[in-house]
């Protein structure tokens, strides 16, 4: 352990005994390799066990632990003290209802996600005598870094759309839209366009770019559902020149 004493301003929250948030102060003396997570586990181990947050896997793998650390969102199992002042105020995620402490209802998230069929509708059916859906390296590819999101919602807290308006699907729901959209083993793109290339979709995004600076795995979905509004630009005008075609 070492000599450096940091102090972590955190947001407590009891519905069932207090009005309104309010923020407490810990004295934490950590070690050089530590990280946020470390800090506030130290806390509950050892100064306040009434603490509430998530987290898991402590490898930016289980996107659990994403909190507002001096107002921005991160992982923080991956935000080191050392790069952070001697003083850091620690949130639950924004755009988000309070749970307790550092835990944020996730309800909404969760339809959002669910409403844009995140899973493979494949062409046929086949039984698992028959084989698997076989796909080259380059029809990977062309999808691959939108398997990289861990559904942290850190990018709902950036987003300045998300915040005004509910209703909109949001940024890691739409990029996984758009990872399936692209995967040559799924035809399922017409059935989410009900709710992709609705105004509450792809169309509400004004491409500020928030979610993709934010994302820890460089999933960029600002970048997918501006391609996703192109192919739905491309489908209406085909639509128009071929009616019926889709029928």
């Not at 909190?67 to 790069?83: A, Q, W």
């Not at 494949?122 to 796909?135: A, H, I, S, Y």
């Not at 807290?157 to 739409?174: M, R």
Request: aromatic letters at 8%; hydrophobic letters at 40%; glycine letters at 4%.
């Amino acid at each position: 352990m070492s000599n450096r004493i940091v102090e972590l301003e955190i947001l407590r929250y009891n519905p069932e005994t207090d009005e309104e948030p309010k923020f407490q102060t810990f004295s934490v003396p950590c070690a050089e390799d530590w990280v946020v997570l470390d800090a506030i586990n130290y806390i509950k181990d050892e100064l306040d066990r009434t603490l509430s947050y998530r987290w898991s896997c402590h490898m930016a793998v289980c996107g659990s632990c994403g909190m507002m650390i001096n107002g921005e969102p991160m992982l923080s199992c991956k935000s080191f003290l050392r790069d952070l002042p001697d003083r850091i105020r620690v949130e639950p995620l924004t755009n988000f209802p309070i749970e307790r402490d550092l835990v944020v209802v996730m309800d909404d998230f969760m339809d959002k996600l669910d409403s844009v069929k995140p899973f493979l509708i494949p062409r046929e059916e086949k039984t698992v005598d028959e084989g698997e859906f076989l796909q080259t390296p380059a029809q990977l590819s062309k999808f691959k870094q939108y398997t990289l999101c861990i559904n942290c919602t850190l990018c709902y807290a950036a987003c300045p759309q998300y915040a005004h308006n509910e209703g909109f699907v949001g940024p890691a729901a739409l990029a996984l839209a758009h990872r399936y959209n692209l995967d040559s083993r799924d035809v399922g793109r017409s059935a989410r366009a009900d709710v992709v290339a609705s105004n509450a979709g792809i169309w509400e995004c004004s491409f500020v770019g928030a979610c993709s600076e934010v994302c820890p795995h460089g999933v960029d979905p600002a970048a997918a559902i501006q391609q996703t509004k192109i192919a739905s630009s491309v489908d209406y005008f085909r639509d128009m020149l071929i009616p019926g075609r889709r029928s």
